[in-house]
Every structure is written in C-alpha cells, then in structure tokens.
C-alpha cells in the first residue's frame, strides 16, 4: 500500500493524468499526414509516443511513416507538418478526449485541503488552456504551464522547479503528480516527491517500473495527511 504524502502544493499533469487526449492526438495527427499525402499511423503507436511535446510527437510520426530517422527528417516537411498538426489539433482540441473518473473529485480534495495546485503539461500552452477550459477544469488552478513555457520541457527539472516559485513552495513539500518517466524524472531531478497514476502514457512500459513515491488507479485515491 503507498504511504501517504504530505504535500503543501501539487502539480498535476495533465494528458494521461487528468484527461484522456488519446482522440484527439490521433484525429490531429492523421489529419496532418494526410494534408503530408502520407498514410495514417496506429492508435497505438501514438499512445507510445506522446508525453514528450508536439515537437517530438510529429518528428516520431513522420519518421515512422517515412521509415527514415528523425534526424534525415527534412527541416521543410517538418515544418509543413508543423503548421498543419497546429491547425487540426487547435480545431479538435478537446472534442475527442475524457476527462478521467476522479479527476474532479481528486482535485476538489486537494483545494478543499488548502493545497494550491498548477497544472504542468508539455502540451503547447494554448492548447492546454483550452482543454482545461473545455473540460471544465480550469478553476481549480492557480498557475497552469505549458511546453512552451519554459526553455526546457519534462523530463529536464527545470519546469517544475519554475513551477515551485510560482506556487511559493519548495520542491521537497511539493507533490508532482503524473502518469509516466517524464514526470517521474523531472521531480526526482527537481527533488519534488511524484505520485503516478496507473492508466496513462508511458511510452508503451509498464508505469509500476518507474521510481516514483506512489501509485493511484484514480486522482481521488491519492492519500494526503
């Protein structure tokens, strides 16, 4: 049984964590190839490949479908599918996604414990802006960051080290909550404590393997004193 933590902030991720974005990904993406005259990638290869940003998102995909390593990706199709995964992605955004059962019902704990929380995602800011607002989960958060925010993305420790000074707590009372080695490893490097939910995209690996403080099949399960 996972111990309990003690937090006085947390930090939440959100795609895997809060909200099942796995449709939405995969319209965006396969609309993008198409525009590419490129045939569509599998649902599953994108739940292995998300987590890490748009960026590397598109550059795995047209390596696979190209059959050619991400660094023979021509500059130019890349940015083509850039501009393209931007617009069919802003245009999807949130209508094939669910939000996960417990996910209010944890959040609402951890504000009716007193905990401020951010929401730290590699998602674009924008985008993660509006699903948190198209989900209905955009008040419970006093800061939400972006993969954009910041010059470094998870696993680098460096968002949620900015994160801490935004909430005004330091790493160690602060709780990172996720659901794969990303997250994982940004909080070990950040020295925040990680719990990882059980359900999410963890590049295809099993998410009891990775070091982390606790695991939780829903938000709500997550034991606070």
Not at 30 to 47: H, K, Q, T, Y
Not at 160 to 188: F, H, I
Not at 204 to 217: R, S
Request: some cysteine.
């Amino acid at each position: 049984m996972n111990a309990p933590l003690m937090p006085a902030a947390i930090i939440v991720d959100l795609d895997g964590t809060m909200v099942d974005t796995l449709g939405d990904f995969e319209v965006a993406v396969n609309r993008m190839l198409a525009d590419l005259e490129l045939p569509p990638v599998a649902r599953a290869f994108i739940g292995r490949t998300v987590g890490k940003g748009s960026e590397h998102l598109i550059r795995r995909v047209l390596a696979e479908q190209l059959q050619r390593p991400e660094a023979a990706i021509d500059n130019g199709l890349y940015e083509r599918a850039w501009q393209a995964y931007q617009v069919h992605y802003r245009a999807v955004n949130g209508t094939r996604s669910d939000v996960y059962p417990g996910v209010h019902e944890g959040l609402q704990a951890f504000r009716a414990a007193g905990l401020p929380l951010a929401c730290l995602t590699n998602k674009p800011l924008a985008f993660a802006l509006g699903l948190l607002q198209a989900k209905g989960l955009d008040g419970y958060f006093a800061h939400v960051f972006g993969g954009d925010s910041f010059a470094r993305k998870k696993p680098d420790p460096l968002p949620l080290l900015k994160a801490c000074e935004a909430l005004g707590v330091a790493p160690s009372r602060t709780l990172m909550v996720g659901d794969s080695e990303n997250d994982a490893r940004a909080a070990r490097a950040a020295g925040c404590p990680v719990a990882l939910v059980s359900y999410g995209y963890n590049h295809g690996q099993p998410v009891h393997a990775v070091d982390a403080d606790a695991w939780v099949d829903r938000l709500d399960e997550l034991r606070l004193q």
